[in-house]
């Protein structure tokens, strides 16, 4: 009786898609990072108009608003920053999510004893500290955008919101908190960043790190400025 065997067809090992290579998504957070810091810059600039009184902050919050008139229709440059900034954070939070859910499916198993050489408390605390920001931009577009938690309402002007929001005392806390936490993620994410992008090697990693504390710490320094005089009274 003869038997007959059968060979069975080499398993074919299914390439990884376009959008699940690890270093696309490091490109992908490197550049909406970018976007996102040059748009902070611009927004720290912009409040710190408070300090010239109502007239001159409330012209600089329509004047934004304005921006390309008579060309094109009102509002439609800054719908266009905010839909690149919306795109940008959308596509930073998917790359990070996506990062992080690699990384647990690379190591099931975690290790008993965690190692926390060269890691900084920025880059422990990138995660959490995120998702407390991405709350707090909620918050913030609720409170100073449209003014729908602001104390003074919606029909008011972009300078009474601000007085208003400030002058409550918890609600500062919580902004000059989430500007700290801020502060974290910047600096650990410019770095990051240049890495990325290969632009820092072991020779110009400290002048790398110095420029991504100098950062952060403007930022985080001039957005924390304006709410901190308006409840110590020197802006009202």
Known sequence: MATVTTQQAP?????????????VK?????????????????HMIG????????????????WIRTIGEPAVPEQTTLW?????????????FWAAISLWRQARRARPVPYATKKRVQQSFASRTVRWGGLILALFIIWHILDLTFGVVNPAGTDTTPYDRLIASF???PITLFYVVSMILLGLHLRHGIFA??????????????????????V???????FILVPLSIAFGLID
């Open 26 to 42: 490091k490109a992908v957070m490197a550049v909406t990072g970018i976007i996102m810091i040059l748009y902070l810059i611009a």
């Open 167 to 169: 002058s409550n005392i």
């Open 11 to 23: 398993r074919t090992t299914r390439k990884p898609g376009k959008f699940s290579n690890s270093v």
């Open 193 to 214: 960043a240049t890495q990325t992008l290969g632009q820092t090697n072991k020779r110009r990693e400290r002048a790398v790190n110095g420029i991504a504390y100098a």
């Open 80 to 92: 266009i920053i905010r839909i690149v900034l919306l795109v940008s954070v959308v596509a930073h």
């Open 216 to 222: 952060s710490a403007v930022i985080t320094l001039g």
């Open 47 to 62: 409040n710190l108009h408070a300090f010239q009184g109502a007239e001159e902050f409330n012209g600089y919050s329509h």
